[in-house]
T-cell receptor, first 116, second 112 residues
Framework: DAGVTQSPTHLIKTRGQQVTLRCSPK?????VSWYQQALGQGPQFIFQ???????QRGNFPDRFSGHQFPNYSSELNVNALLLGDSALYLC???????????????FGPGTRLTVT | SQQGEEDPQALSIQEGENATMNCSYK?????LQWYRQNSGRGLVHLIL?????REKHSGRLRVTLDTSKKSSSLLITASRAADTASYFC????????????FGGGTRVLVKP
C-alpha cells in the first residue's frame, strides 16, 4: 500500500518563473491538503481539495493555485515566484470531512523548492 | 499565522534522559496531534489526543492535554539518538474542517 508520494523531490527555479508540484494521496484517501514550511518554521496551510474543488484556503496569495484530478491526485502551482517562496512544500492526504477519521492526515516526503 | 507556540524551541539531552516539550494554542480544538520531522523531510504522525481526553500513551510517548489552559505536553521517555528530530504539535479546530494548524516546533538533540 503506497503512502503519499510527491514529485519532484527538489526543484530550483528563478524569480518570476512558474512551478508545478505533484502529489498522489494514500490509497483510500480522497482529500489532499498542501502546506508550506519555511526553514526553521512549522508548516502553514495553503489549501485543501476534495471532490476536485478547493474547499479551504489559508492566507496565501492568488499566485498559489491548485487542482485535483478524478483519481484524487493533486497539483500545486505557484506563479511569479519570489525568493520568499523557497520552502519545503508538503502534501497531506486524508478523508474528506464527514467521513470516519478525517483528521488523520498522512504526509508525503515533500518537495524542496529553491528560488534564486 | 501559527496557532500554537512550542516551548522550548530547542532541547539538548543525553541518551536515556526524558524529553518534555510543550505546546499552547489559541482557539477551541477537536483534536491535537504531535508529529516528528527528521532533517527537513516529511512529517511522521506520532499520536493524536481528542479534546475530551486528558492523557494518552503510545510506547515511550506520553501526551497530556489541558483544554482549560489550551496547552499540551509531549514526553519522550528513555530517549535514544534516533529521537533526534523536530517535533510539532498541530490542531484541527471545530470551525476549520480538518485543516491542521501547526506550532513552530521544538528541535530535540539526543546525544549518545
Amino acid at each position: 500500500d503506497a503512502g503519499v508520494t510527491q514529485s519532484p523531490t527538489h526543484l530550483i527555479k528563478t524569480r518570476g518563473q512558474q512551478v508545478t508540484l505533484r502529489c498522489s494521496p494514500k490509497s483510500g484517501h480522497d482529500t489532499v491538503s498542501w502546506y508550506q514550511q519555511a526553514l526553521g518554521q512549522g508548516p502553514q496551510f495553503i489549501f485543501q481539495y476534495y471532490e476536485e474543488e478547493e474547499r479551504q484556503r489559508g492566507n496565501f496569495p492568488d499566485r498559489f493555485s491548485g487542482h485535483q484530478f478524478p483519481n484524487y491526485s493533486s497539483e500545486l502551482n505557484v506563479n511569479a515566484l519570489l525568493l520568499g517562496d523557497s520552502a519545503l512544500y508538503l502534501c497531506a492526504s486524508s478523508r474528506k470531512p464527514g467521513t470516519p477519521k478525517p483528521y488523520e492526515q498522512y504526509f508525503g516526503p515533500g518537495t524542496r523548492l529553491t528560488v534564486t | 499565522s501559527q496557532q500554537g507556540e512550542e516551548d522550548p524551541q530547542a532541547l539538548s539531552i543525553q541518551e536515556g534522559e526524558n524529553a518534555t516539550m510543550n505546546c499552547s494554542y489559541k482557539t477551541s480544538i477537536n483534536n491535537l496531534q504531535w508529529y516528528r520531522q527528521n532533517s527537513g523531510r516529511g512529517l511522521v504522525h506520532l499520536i493524536l489526543i481528542r479534546s475530551n481526553e486528558r492523557e494518552k500513551h503510545s510506547g515511550r510517548l506520553r501526551v497530556t492535554l489541558d483544554t482549560s489552559k489550551k496547552s499540551s505536553s509531549l514526553l519522550i521517555t528513555a530517549s535514544r539518538a534516533a529521537d533526534t528530530a523536530s517535533y510539532f504539535c498541530a490542531t484541527d479546530g471545530r470551525a476549520a474542517g480538518n485543516k491542521l494548524t501547526f506550532g513552530g516546533g521544538t528541535r530535540v538533540l539526543v546525544k549518545p
